[in-house]
């Protein structure tokens, strides 16, 4: 058997291999079996024809044929895993010369993840690092974030005196533009405080004065920003029935209070905790700003063509995200794709860039990950592995069918790359 590669591209390779009678030969046996499996012949069960009447029936050729693809077959991933080759595609197999009496000659191309051009990754990297700044957290910061969880709880209590400014409303409208009913804008039990409408910034003074189950016809204009491009700058009118009239008791920040959000003493302990988490985040913020420009500078020297299908299935991952995103705020992907007056294709293209500047990112860690021979033992897979199964399962207790080899395959990139960015940003 011979075999050579030839380099089509960046990212792509093709394969010659040249088998001789005798490289073909040891197949037959089993080429036999195979061809056998789905063979009906009178007098013999499905499956157990002897090789004798397979050759009667079929002929050499045809055996011949099938023992060249299991040669292929068997001797391919061979060559792949000898000559260290990452592939990203199923091979496409052209037969070039098929002489049972000869040679066979086959030539396999494949797409492969290319190498990537590193320049002094170490030296960019430290300089990087070095940028690194010492995270402050403000009194006035851990201030907002209590305020805002003492919001979050808060009640409401229904009042029966008429809107006035700065009361959350409960209101339906529909929106009605040249005498037609706009379905698709219709809003059922929308609130908003009076004086900060963004969307129909009218209602923050028509609604004031309007009792409980009063309805008013309000005269609108469209922003020219409008999401819906036929009714931007257009002018409509509002049907709003007030539904009711909300006034907010937000709770106080009490011992009592604190108890009934987790397992805190006293407010200075739910104080303290609220610090260190903010702390914490900021911290890793910090370091995921390094992170970005590490790669950032890193990119700036690479000019290679991207596998298609990496970036391809890139943007299928964002797709997916984005449409997961948008079912947990309950709607439905095409119906936020008619809202943005997009279409999917045209989402493709919006985040192409981004999906191609990840795919780069994946292989640059990919390339150092093989440079400073970097790897995950199977005990901290494992424990990866479990971290991650309890995330899952905290987020969705209804969770399962988890495929455990990618989750591993997945937890084990996860390990390798923090290990690299640990390795990064703390050289000396």
Do not use: H
């Not at 030839?6 to 046996?29: C, G, M, R, V, W």
């Not at 199923?90 to 086959?106: G, W, Y």
């Not at 991952?317 to 995103?325: D, Q, S």
């Not at 860039?353 to 901290?380: H, Q």
């Amino acid at each position: 058997m011979k075999s050579n590669q030839k380099q089509l591209s960046a990212n792509k390779i093709e394969i010659t291999f040249e088998f001789e009678k005798n490289d073909i030969e040891p197949y037959t046996k089993k080429a036999a079996e195979n061809l056998s499996a789905n063979m009906k012949v009178d007098g013999f069960r499905e499956g157990k024809v002897p090789e004798n009447i397979v050759k009667q029936t079929i002929g050499d050729f045809g055996i011949f044929d099938e023992a060249l693809r299991l040669t292929i077959q068997d001797q391919y991933p061979k060559y792949i895993e000898a000559n260290n080759i990452s592939i990203i595609t199923q091979p496409d197999v052209t037969i070039t010369k098929f002489d049972p009496a000869s040679t066979c000659e086959c030539k396999i191309t494949v797409e492969i993840i290319p190498s990537i051009p590193l320049k002094n990754y170490r030296e960019s990297a430290a300089e990087i690092a070095k940028t690194k700044q010492e995270v402050k957290l403000e009194e006035k910061e851990v201030a907002d974030t209590i305020k805002w969880v003492l919001e979050s709880r808060s009640s409401f209590i229904e009042l029966t005196r008429p809107a006035q400014d700065n009361d959350i409303v409960d209101i339906s409208y529909d929106v009605i533009v040249d005498g037609e009913n706009q379905e698709e804008l219709k809003a059922v039990n929308y609130k908003f405080i009076v004086s900060k409408e963004q969307t129909f910034p009218e209602l923050n003074t028509e609604v004031i004065g309007m009792k409980k189950d009063d309805t008013k016809d309000i005269a609108i204009t469209f922003k020219k920003d409008f999401y819906i491009d036929a009714l931007k700058e257009k002018t409509g009118i509002l049907r709003v029935t007030l539904n009711k009239i909300l006034q907010r008791q937000i709770p106080e920040l009490t011992d009592e209070f604190v108890k009934t959000l987790g397992k805190f003493e006293n407010v200075e302990a739910f104080k303290k905790n609220i610090r260190d988490g903010m702390l914490i985040e900021k911290q890793l913020q910090e370091e995921d700003r390094i992170k970005i420009a590490i790669l950032t500078e890193l990119q700036k020297d690479i000019n290679i063509e991207l596998p298609e299908t990496l970036i391809v299935r890139e943007s299928d991952r964002m797709i997916e995200e984005i449409k997961y995103r948008i079912s947990e705020m309950g709607m439905n992907f095409e119906d936020y794709l008619k809202q943005i007056n997009k279409s999917e294709e045209d989402i493709r293209k919006d985040i192409r860039d981004e999906a191609k500047r990840k795919v780069l990112n994946a292989l640059i860690l990919r390339e150092i990950i093989n440079l400073e021979k970097i790897t995950a033992s199977p005990e901290e897979i494992y424990e990866k592995t479990q971290q991650i199964i309890n995330d899952l399962t905290y987020q969705n207790p209804n969770a399962k069918d988890i495929d455990m080899e990618t989750l591993k395959g997945y937890s084990e990139e996860i390990i390798k790359n923090e290990k690299v960015f640990n390795l990064l940003m703390n050289i000396k």
